[in-house]
């Protein structure tokens, strides 16, 4: 068997996102929403293309992504935050409820819902993936977003299925 293959392209034209970002830990999360503005920038968004949404907290970005989705303005949302663990179980609560609150978003708005919320258990971890050894995570999460979106758009324009045997592969 030959499976139709669909993948979306890394091309932010014409496409619009919303970037959910905490303020908490602001001296990290400022890296990793320059590193996402940057990446849409790079393959296509423009100045318009792309509102951000400030927040106190990873807490509460599940919900602003929510509102954003449900606008029906946006292509994509993306959560960005930093949540280091620390010795309390608020570590915990805080990155399960972000890391499901993301998720639900995308599966009650079919909205792609991106999360670029680094859960580490160090400064350091953290520092790493704001830029340092590891990249910088809200890059790779802005690309996520364009790639999903296009994939999304995709799938919606989807014809009836060709011919038996006969292999599709999409890149829009």
């Given at each position: 068997?030959?499976?139709?293959?669909?993948?979306?392209?890394?091309?932010?034209?014409?496409?619009?996102?919303?970037?959910?970002?905490?303020?908490?830990?602001?001296?990290?999360?400022?890296?990793?929403?320059?590193?996402?503005?940057?990446?849409?920038?790079?393959?296509?968004?423009?100045?318009?293309?792309?509102?951000?949404?400030?927040?106190?907290?990873?807490?509460?970005?599940?919900?602003?992504?929510?509102?954003?989705?449900?606008?029906?303005?946006?292509?994509?949302?993306?959560?960005?935050?930093?949540?280091?663990?620390?010795?309390?179980?608020?570590?915990?609560?805080?990155?399960?409820?972000?890391?499901?609150?993301?998720?639900?978003?995308?599966?009650?708005?079919?909205?792609?819902s991106i999360f670029g919320?680094?859960?580490?258990?160090?400064?350091?971890?953290?520092?790493?993936?704001?830029?340092?050894?590891?990249?910088?995570?809200?890059?790779?999460?802005?690309?996520?977003?364009?790639?999903?979106?296009?994939?999304?758009?995709?799938?919606?324009?989807?014809?009836?299925?060709?011919?038996?045997?006969?292999?599709?592969?999409?890149?829009?």
């Amino acid at each position: 068997m030959q499976p139709n293959i669909h993948r979306g392209r890394i091309s932010a034209e014409g496409l619009r996102f919303a970037v959910v970002v905490s303020r908490w830990n602001e001296f990290l999360t400022s890296k990793l929403l320059s590193g996402a503005l940057d990446a849409l920038s790079q393959h296509g968004a423009g100045e318009d293309a792309v509102s951000v949404f400030e927040v106190p907290g990873a807490f509460e970005t599940p919900q602003t992504m929510l509102m954003a989705a449900r606008t029906g303005r946006f292509d994509a949302v993306i959560g960005l935050g930093v949540v280091i663990r620390g010795e309390t179980p608020h570590f915990d609560y805080v990155a399960g409820e972000a890391a499901k609150g993301i998720a639900q978003v995308g599966m009650e708005t079919g909205i792609p819902s991106i999360f670029g919320v680094l859960t580490t258990d160090t400064l350091e971890q953290a520092i790493n993936r704001c830029g340092g050894k590891a990249g910088n995570k809200g890059y790779e999460a802005a690309v996520a977003a364009i790639e999903v979106a296009n994939l999304h758009k995709q799938i919606a324009e989807l014809e009836q299925p060709a011919e038996a045997g006969k292999v599709r592969q999409h890149v829009v």
